[in-house]
């Protein structure tokens, strides 16, 4: 039972400190408080809420895997080296997909909504 506790306790700790260190990481999570409190406020269906869940979710565990595959990268070395560089760029990359796709899906879902209000 103590490894379970110890490994939640050790991502929950991975999660916080990538929150303090990753500027992009508070913009994810900023978003995401503002995309729920749209979602409170237009009172967006079960399935639209799944599919906000389903976006945070990609894209602030890909912000992490990103953040991971960074840290891991500068301890393997501080010279400047092609393969860690791209390494890096392809995991940001990733991110940029997925944050992208969440977009789409936050206009799809809340553009309809503020044209209804405003008619």
């Known amino acids: 039972m103590k490894k379970i506790v110890n490994s ?5 700790e ?3 400190s990538s929150f303090k260190t990753e500027k992009n990481m508070k913009i994810h999570i900023f978003i995401a ?3 729920i409190g749209l979602g409170v406020f237009f009172k ?3 399935i639209e809420w799944i599919a906000c869940i389903l976006s945070f979710v990609l894209v602030i565990g890909s912000e992490l895997f990103n953040t991971a595959i960074e840290t891991v990268v500068d ?3 501080t010279d400047k080296d092609e393969k860690a560089k791209l390494a890096k760029d392809i995991a940001a990359g990733a991110v940029l997909i997925f944050a992208i796709g969440s977009a789409m899906i936050g206009f799809l879902i809340f553009v309809p909504k503020i044209f209804e209000k405003l008619m």
């Open 75 to 77: 301890m393997i070395t």
């Open 14 to 16: 991975g999660i916080i």
């Open 33 to 35: 408080i503002c995309v």
């Open 8 to 12: 939640f306790k050790y991502a929950i």
């Open 44 to 46: 967006i269906s079960k």
